[in-house]
């Protein structure tokens, strides 16, 4: 600065220690030709050079938008979702028969079965060959592609666009550029992607390690890479030998990556058989898969399958006759949504299991906040066996600093698919019990709550705000 000032602008002074300002000089001796000239010249350098890095920055995000999924999203996530996976066209009757089936996401091919779809209160997923990694590298299906998401964008019904099922970790890259792709022309929708289950092998999953360790590395790229909106799995529960030992493995493993991601998760879950060695769930099983899907924390759930070709069970026969697993859903579906619901605005805080303890689960401790009456004796787990016991689901609203959040809400669920069993809650205060029919809450005394509880079932309790903030302060201790 001393410098500058003592060499000074043409015909400017300087002050008794040779230095000013530099906005002073600029304004010194307006009337000079020579400075306005130079001024000029200033003034245009810097608005190019401002003009050169704006577009620079503009065109860079473009291309990262594409290639790293940073453009926003805002995707919301509405009503919990309840879906399927294969099912038939979408008709006026197919849709009465979803509609009346408690779902609220269902597939459609074309603008005219979104049409459908919104008559009849639908959401829409919006499944085309053209959406795929290869359209971006192929400049006329590309075009194509463009045209087509500019005209579905705006429809009512539509809820989200299918990409693929179950990748391996080498697809990952093509499915960031698709995803960010559509986020940048369409962030008001998501893009879908299902994963593999647990058991899948390490070539599937394009990983290696153990069952934990390959799933987890699978699960990290996927969500670095790819940068979903949501997570989405299946697992695939009950075989004719027995029960599929990684089932609560699985929900504990995706609802970790979930959270830590801050995304919402779906569980597909098993309605047919397709193979000698699987079998085809009963009513009673498909209460336990969705109240076990809601305890660990999803945001949906989706049946595997509707009707399809090769399956038996499902949720429809070919012919579109309901199965008695549809006439099951019926309720299931609108108690999913129920208590999904008034969980949304919650965290999952944990979840502990009373009784057996299969991989990938906690025990519930004797102190735990919410706890039964009597306790549950510990059983040791045996593989393909069923799980029997209970599993408490905890959750509260979260801390935004390193504090142990205090669970207020808890379902209980009993894990016996073959026997209704009454327990009772202990609770830190005053507790309510949710019907997921009614939609209601009903008081059910003071620190104790008795359930009854279907095979499967379960029942949400929390603990009043009034009881909260008294527990909290101490004043019942």
Known sequence: MAELGQAGWAGSETTETG????????????????????KTYFYRRIFWMVLVVV???????????????????????????????AGPAMTDVVAKQMADGGFNLVWCTSEQEMNVAQQNGLRAQFHSGLISPASLDNPAAREKLDALVAKVRTHPALYCYFIRDEPCATDFAGLGRIVAYLRERDPNHMAYINLFPTYANNKQLGTTGDTVTAYREHLRQYIDIVKPAL?????????????????????????????QAGLPFLNIVQAASWAPSMRVPTGDEMRYLVYTTLAYGAQGISYYVYCCKGHTGGIALLDGTPTPIYHALKSLNREFVAIATELQPLSSLGMYHAGMTPTGT??????????????????????MKPVQGILLGYFGQANKVNVLAKPTHVLVVNLDYKAEHTTTLIGPGKLEVFDATARTWSPAG???????????????????KQGFFRNLFGIFH
């Open 231 to 259: 997570l989405s799995y299946d697992n695939y529960r009950f075989a004719v030998a027995g029960d599929m030992d990684q089932y609560f493995l699985n929900l504990a493993m995706i609802r970790q990556a979930a959270q």
């Open 446 to 464: 003071t620190g104790r709550a008795e359930l009854r509880l279907s095979p499967g079932g379960g029942k949400l309790v929390r603990q009043t």
């Open 362 to 383: 906690v025990a519930l401790a004797e102190d735990a906040p919410f706890r039964l009456d009597p306790p549950v004796a510990s059983m040791p787990y045996v593989n």
């Open 55 to 85: 577009i620079a920055m503009a065109g860079m995000a473009l291309r990262g938008a594409e290639t790293t999924g940073l453009a926003a999203s805002t995707w919301k996530l509405g009503a919990p979702v309840v879906t399927y996976w």
């Open 19 to 38: 230095r000013l300002p530099l906005k002073n000089k600029l304004i010194l001796n307006e009337s000079d030709p020579e400075r306005q000239n130079m």
